[in-house]
């Protein structure tokens, strides 16, 4: 069973920067391609980043591009997620997601795992 859990959500004032963090366990894990994600209550969940397992290719959504940046560590099945020059739109849950392949992926429903969500506020 694999699990994620994320940290380093909470309150932050525009412009500011912030680092999201998102540990992996479980005896299975293995070699996975992995996203964030965030979500405003009534809307759907949205796209914000992804990253293959080795680190080598990586995808944006445009609204972050060029703010954010994600990163991995597979030593410590760790994965990040650096966001600056934020903004009030950046509000939202935020959820770590794992794949069932080494690959990364933009769509939701190409991840296996999901961690419980972090809520994100960034004030005007």
């Known amino acids: 069973q694999v699990q994620l859990v994320e940290s380093g959500g909470g309150l932050v004032q525009a412009g500011s920067s912030l680092r999201l963090s998102c540990a992996a366990s479980?005896?299975?894990?293995?070699?996975?391609?992995m996203g964030w994600f965030r979500q405003v209550l009534g809307k759907e969940r949205e796209f914000v980043a992804t990253?293959?397992?080795?680190?080598?290719?990586?995808a944006y959504a445009y609204s972050v591009k060029g703010r954010f940046t994600i990163s991995r560590d597979n030593a410590k099945n760790t994965v990040y997620l650096q966001m600056n020059t934020l903004k009030p739109e950046d509000t939202a849950v935020y959820y770590c997601?794992?794949?069932?392949?080494?690959?990364?992926?933009?769509?939701?429903?190409?991840?296996?795992?999901w961690g419980q969500g972090t809520q994100f506020t960034v004030a005007s």
């Open positions: 997601a794992a794949r069932a392949t080494q690959y990364y992926s933009e769509e939701a429903s190409g991840y296996a795992y």
């Open positions: 990253i293959t397992y080795s680190g080598s290719s990586t």
């Open positions: 479980g005896r299975s894990f293995g070699r996975h391609g």
